[in-house]
């Protein structure tokens, strides 16, 4: 039933992840809800335009899983029920790290692998079920409309098709917006045009460029794994594979390198690029298996964080999420998540303003991009500390080099233990997953074993047994 304690209409720009979970949590709150859209939401799990990366590798951490969970309980029964295949982590996983293949353990650590496309498209037909939630697809927004004093926003302009072929420029008026319109949002512009400063941007990159391709599984084919994993070892070695079971019987690959060797369409050269990697594992089990989609390219702009929480003027009844805020280089799997997680901190304000004895949206825009900026502080961190193993990397100034530096050769350590000891991988998988924070891999437990690994000397450069 909606309650309408906050407003009578909220409006999501963009359907994507963070626009449908944010959806989700509004309907609590709101008399009416209009998720603007500007594809056409497929009727079956398939890609669509507006996501373009969806055809990649998309792995949904442990985290994400649980407040998509939380969201829409029995959906994870659904993605079983959809093909969705558990991974333990421990066990089921041959994982090459920079120092070895990784200790085999059954670690009760599941994942649940599928494609993209399944999970918006079982969220989708959550929310088409919700009476008071409206879908304006094919729908475009342009721009924001304020009040007349400008201090907030108080609806959309958008551009949507009509049945004959032409588009008609419209006005939907709302108590909120939220701005869930991925990396290409153009609410630093609209901001703009309205007469507020833009928000500072921070770009750091290593230049990434990705391959996702499906491939049947070879019948009769056997191994002691269902899923693999050669990391990149920068900065010798930038280039990095995966192949994790999906749906029907298959395996999505993902194959990642940097300039200048970033991945192409060519097939030789794909397959050239996967048999040159530290094993074969992946070239030995893809080289006879029938691909069922083309390959699949995605030049990734890197990490991009815009810094709405120290805009001066912040306009009131507006909030942007998920990438429009904040997105990562995606081989640390962390975007969906983190949308997620910045949906349940807009849940939680607007929780706390609905208990208030007359509840007000002033001040949610200043409070919530506030919260949004600590949530997104420590997958940054690891994002960036990673990248910056690169040579290719850009955007790292001197002044936040140093620290990241120390954590990225900390976080090398940890992954060295992760070898030979179950227990430390566990508590790495955690903090992989967002279940729990980075701190937990400073336990005295851990810190002990690095300390003596590096007393032993053990940091030796590898050369993996295949
Ligand atoms: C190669 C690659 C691999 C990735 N792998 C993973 C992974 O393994 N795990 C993971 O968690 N994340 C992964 N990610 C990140 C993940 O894809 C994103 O973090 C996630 O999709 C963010 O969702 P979003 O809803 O914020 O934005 P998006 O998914 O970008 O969606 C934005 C939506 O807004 C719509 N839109 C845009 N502008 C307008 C407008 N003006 N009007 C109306 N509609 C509009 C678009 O059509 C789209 O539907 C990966 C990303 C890439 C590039």
């Known amino acids: ?56 590798l998309h792995m949904l951490l442990s985290r994400g899983r649980q407040i998509i969970e939380d969201l829409f309980p029995g959906i994870e029964a659904e993605l079983i029920a959809q093909g969705a295949v558990a991974v333990d982590m421990g066990s089921d996983v041959k994982w090459l790290n920079p120092f070895g293949w990784n200790t085999r353990f059954p670690s009760g650590f599941t994942l649940l692998s599928f494609t993209r496309h399944i999970l918006d498209w079982l969220i989708y037909r959550r929310l088409a079920r919700v009476s008071h939630l409206h879908f304006l697809e094919e729908a475009y927004v342009t721009q924001l409309i304020s009040t007349p004093d400008g201090t907030s926003i108080a609806g959309v302009r958008f551009r949507q098709s009509q049945q004959n072929g032409e588009t008609q420029e419209q006005t939907l008026l709302a108590d909120l917006v939220v701005d869930a319109s991925g990396y290409s949002s153009q609410a630093p512009k609209w901001l703009k045009a309205l007469g507020y400063e833009m928000p500072k941007e921070t770009v750091i990159t290593a230049g990434m460029g990705y391959t996702g391709r499906i491939y049947e599984i070879p019948a009769g084919f056997q191994s002691d794994w269902k899923a693999v994993y050669l990391q990149a070892s920068p900065p010798e070695r930038t280039s990095m594979a995966v192949l994790f079971p999906i749906e029907n019987n298959c395996w999505i690959l993902g194959f990642c390198g940097t300039l200048p060797h970033r991945p192409s369409k060519d097939e030789a050269a794909l397959l050239e690029a996967i048999e040159h990697l530290p094993s074969p594992i992946i070239y030995n089990a893809i080289k006879h298996a029938k691909p069922s989609t083309p390959i699949e390219i995605y ?30 280089t995606p081989i640390y799997a962390q975007g969906m998540t983190v949308a997620a997680l910045g949906v349940k901190a807009l849940e939680a304000c607007l929780a706390k303003i609905a208990r208030q004895p007359s509840p007000s949206l002033t001040g949610l825009a200043k409070t919530f991009q506030k919260q949004l900026a600590k949530i997104n502080a420590e997958p940054w961190i690891t994002a960036t500390t990673q990248d910056a193993k690169y040579p290719t990397i850009q955007g790292m100034t001197k002044a936040h080099s140093v620290p990241e530096k120390l954590m990225g050769w900390y976080m090398n350590q940890v992954i060295h233990l992760t070898v030979r000891d179950p227990q430390t991988t566990l508590s790495f998988l955690q903090v992989l997953h967002m279940l729990k924070s980075t701190t937990t891999l400073f336990q005295p437990r851990i810190l002990l074993q690095v300390l003596k690994q590096v007393l032993a000397n053990q940091l030796k450069p590898h050369q993996p047994k295949t």
């Open 1 to 56: 039933m909606a309650n309408s304690a906050l407003g009578h209409h909220a409006v999501v720009i963009g359907g994507s992840i963070a626009g449908l979970l944010t959806a989700r949590v509004l309907t609590d709150y709101f008399e009416q809800v209009t998720i603007i859209e500007r594809d056409r939401f497929p009727l079956q799990p398939q890609p669509r335009r507006g996501i373009p990366q969806g055809t990649q």
């Open 299 to 328: 030049n990734s702009p890197g990490n991009r964080l815009c810094h709405y929480e120290t805009l001066k003027r912040q306009p009131e009844r507006f909030v942007v999420l998920g990438d429009a805020v904040c997105s990562f």
